[in-house]
DNA sequence: CGTCTATTTGAATGTACTCAAAAGCGGTGG
DNA sequence: CCACCGCTTTTGAGTACATTCAAATAGACG
C-alpha cells in the first residue's frame, strides 16, 4: 500500500477493519488532487460531488451572507474530512464555498462511487455513519456555544480545540468562524493582553 | 403488521425498503412508552441508552447554561427521531436534557440493539446514515442562520419550518430556539403586528 | 517596491439583554 | 366547575455587547 494512502486508511480504520483487497478497492477510487494557496474547490451554485480528504494544507467551508459577510461552516486541517453535505447529498447547487487556505494536497472520492462502495463494502457506510454522527454532535455542541457564550468564551474554545490553526489562519477567518466581525475580533484580542 | 407500528416502518421505508420479515425483527426490538406532560426522558448527566421516535406528542431537547437559561437543540413533532447524540454515541454523561412537552407516546430502540441491527441488517446502518446526513444539514443552515440573520428572521424561518408547532409551543420556547429572551421575543412578536 | 488586503483604532449606533413589576393564562385541586 | 396558584407573557427603563462606518497603519505577495 503506497505511503500517500496511509493517512487515510488509519483515518478509516480508526473506526473499521479493513482486508488489503478491501484497502486496494478503496484507494482506486480515490483522485489526488492539489490545490494552490486559495483555490476553490468548491464554489456557491456548483454541484457538490465529491467528498474531500486532507492530506496536507488547510481548506474551509463557509457561506456568504447577504451583507457579503462570511461564516466558516468548518476548517479542514490534514486529516479530516471536508464537503458540502447539503449539496452532496441532495445534489442540488450549493450554497457554499470551499476553499484551500494555503497550497494543499487532497483525495476525493465521488458521491457515485461512495454509493457504491457502500454496496460492495458495507463496513463502509459503517465508517461514514460514524463520521457523519460526530460531525453532528460537533456542530450541535458549536450551536450551543454560539447561544450561551460571549465572544471571549468562544474564541477560548477555538483556540483549545483548534491549537494549531490559530496560528495559521488570518484573523479575519477566526472572526467568521467565532461569529464576529474583524474590527470587534481585532478589539476584543487587544483587551486580551 | 401492527398499525402502532406503521408510522415508524413508514418512515424508514423513506429510504430503505424492508420485507415483512426484517419488519418483524426490527419492531421487535422496540420499546413502548407513554409520557406525561413535562416528563423527562433524559436529564442531564444521564448517559443516554435510547434513540426515540415520537408517534404523537411532542418531545424537545435543550440544554441549560450557566445562567441557568435553556437553549433548545432540536423538537421532535410525530414522525421525528430525538436522542443526545452525543451521549447516545460516546456513552458519557448527557450534557442535555430531553422533556416532553406534552402527553406524548413514543417508540424507544437501545443504542446497544441498534448496534445488532446494523450487523443483523446493514441496510439499517444506511437507514441511520442518511437520517444522521440530513440531521447535520438542517444542522449547519441552522448555525449559519443564527450567524447571519437577525432574531426577526430567524423567529420568521421558524415559522416556515414548523408551522404546526408555532401554535402549540409556549413562546418561551421558541424563544429559546431561535436563540433570544422571552423578553425580547414578546417586543419583537408586538412589533410585527 | 508598490499594491492590495488585513488589522487596528475610534466614535456613533443598534440590537438584544437584564432587571423589575404588572397582567394574563392555564392547569390542578378542591 | 370554579378559584386559586404558579408560570408565562407583556411592558418599560437602563445597559452591554457587538456592529457599522471611516480612516490610518501594518503586512504580505507578486
Known amino acids: 500500500m503506497a505511503n500517500e494512502y496511509q493517512l487515510i486508511l488509519d483515518n478509516i ?7 488489503d483487497e478491501e484497502k486496494q478497492i478503496f484507494t482506486a477510487l480515490l ?6 494557496r486559495g483555490e476553490f474547490l468548491l464554489t ?6 465529491y467528498s474531500a480528504f486532507v492530506l496536507s494544507g488547510c481548506l474551509f467551508g463557509y457561506s456568504i451572507d447577504r451583507d457579503a459577510a462570511e461564516h466558516i461552516v468548518s476548517f479542514a486541517p ?26 494543499s ?9 461512495q454509493e457504491k462502495l457502500f454496496i460492495a463494502i458495507p463496513k463502509f457506510e459503517r465508517f461514514f455513519r460514524i463520521l457523519t454522527e460526530k460531525s453532528l454532535v460537533a456542530n450541535q455542541q458549536r450551536l450551543i456555544d454560539n447561544l450561551s457564550l460571549s465572544a471571549e468564551e468562544r ?5 483549545l480545540r483548534y491549537p494549531t490553526l490559530v ?13 464576529v466581525t ?11 493582553s
Not at 495559521?168 to 467565532?178: C, D, F, G, S, V
Open 31 to 36: 483522485t489526488r488532487r492539489s490545490l494552490k
Open 182 to 192: 474583524p474590527e470587534f475580533f481585532s478589539k476584543m484580542k487587544s483587551k486580551l
Open 105 to 113: 494536497e487532497i483525495l476525493l472520492l465521488s458521491r457515485a462511487d
Open 78 to 103: 490534514p486529516d479530516w474530512w471536508i464537503a458540502d453535505m447539503y449539496s452532496l447529498i441532495s445534489q442540488q447547487p450549493s450554497t457554499m464555498n470551499i476553499r484551500a487556505h494555503e497550497a
Open 155 to 159: 474564541y477560548k474554545n477555538f483556540t
Open 13 to 19: 480504520c480508526r473506526y473499521i477493519s479493513l482486508t
Open 44 to 49: 456557491e451554485g456548483m454541484i457538490c460531488r
Open 167 to 179: 496560528h495559521h489562519l488570518p484573523q479575519k477567518q477566526i472572526a467568521a468562524y467565532i461569529g
